[in-house]
C-alpha cells in the first residue's frame, strides 16, 4: 500500500524508524511541536489544512500520528480514501505502545511529567508556547519583569500563580527510552531537568509496536479507528477514546 502519514515532529525518530522499516510505501510529514496548544479549534484548523491539501488519488489510506490531543483531531475527515487513527488521548500512548498500560501508569503515579528524545531535542524547555498558543495570547511565555512592566507586579504574581506555572503540579519527570537513541544523552538531559525542579526521575521502557502497527497494519479495531471516506472524526467519551459521525 502507499500511505500519507502526518504526525507530530516529536515522533520524528520513532517514526523514520518504523517507516524505514515498513512494508508498505509511506510518505511521511512532520507538522510542528505543540499544536495542542493552539487550543482543540487550532490545531483542527492545522490539520484541517493539511488534509485538504493532500492529493488523496495517490493514496490508499492517511495516517494520522496523533492521539485525541484536547479535541484537536474531532471534525476531521478524508474525502475519497479512509483516515486511520490511533485510539489514543495523547502521544504519550504512541510511546508506551498501549492505551491500557498509560492508564494504568497515569492512574498509579499522577504528578508525573513525560519526556522522549523528541520532547527533548525539539525544544529543550518543559514549556514551550508557540505564537498562536493561549499561553502566549495571555503573555506568559514572557518573564516576569516584561509582564510587570505592563500589568504591575501584583497582577504579574496572580497571573503566574494561577496561570504561568504549568509544571506545579508535577513531582516526576519520566523519560521514556524507545529504542531508537544515539546514545544516553536525552536520558542525561532529562535527569538533569528532574535534578534542577527537585522532581523524582525514573526511566521507562517504551514500546514501539503501535507505530509499527499504523504503518504496517492491519489495523484492528481495538488499537485503531478506520474513518471512512466523508465521514467525521468524534470524541466517544469511553474506553475506544475516539469515533466517528
Known amino acids: 500500500m502507499r500511505l500519507k502519514l502526518f504526525a507530530c515532529e516529536i515522533l520524528s525518530r520513532e517514526l523514520c524508524y ?6 508498505n510505501q509511506v510518505d511521511l510529514e512532520f507538522l510542528p511541536k505543540g499544536l495542542h496548544d493552539l487550543g482543540a479549534e487550532g490545531m483542527f484548523a492545522r490539520l484541517s489544512s493539511a488534509l485538504a491539501a493532500l492529493d488523496e488519488t495517490s493514496y490508499e489510506a492517511v495516517l ?19 483516515l486511520v487513527i490511533p485510539r489514543a488521548h495523547d502521544c504519550i500512548t504512541l510511546f508506551l505502545g498501549d492505551k491500557d498500560r498509560y492508564l494504568a501508569y497515569f492512574q498509579s503515579r499522577p504528578g508525573t511529567y ?3 528524545s523528541g520532547w527533548i531535542e525539539r525544544g529543550q524547555e518543559l514549556k514551550q508556547p508557540m505564537p498562536e498558543s493561549v499561553q502566549h495570547k495571555l503573555g506568559l511565555s514572557q518573564s516576569f519583569s516584561e509582564l510587570a512592566a505592563r500589568y504591575g507586579e501584583d497582577n504579574t504574581r496572580f497571573l503566574y500563580q494561577h496561570l504561568g506555572d504549568l509544571t506545579r503540579n508535577y513531582n516526576t519527570l519520566a523519560y521514556i527510552e524507545m529504542g531508537v537513541e544515539p546514545d544516553d ?4 538531559h532529562a535527569r538533569r531537568q528532574a535534578a534542577e525542579r527537585g522532581w523524582r526521575f525514573e526511566k521507562i521502557a517504551g514500546n514501539i509496536s503501535l507505530l509499527e502497527a499504523l504503518v504496517n497494519g492491519p489495523w484492528d479495531e481495538d488499537r485503531f479507528l478506520v474513518v471512512p471516506p466523508g465521514r467525521r472524526v ?12
Open 234 to 245: 468524534a470524541a466517544s467519551f469511553d474506553e475506544r477514546i475516539i469515533t466517528f459521525e
Open 64 to 82: 494520522l500520528g496523533y492521539g485525541l490531543c484536547s479535541n484537536g483531531l474531532v471534525g476531521l475527515s478524508t474525502r475519497s480514501i479512509p
Open 185 to 188: 544523552r536525552f536520558e542525561r
Open 18 to 23: 518504523v517507516v524505514a522499516r515498513s512494508i
Open 114 to 116: 513525560f519526556q522522549t
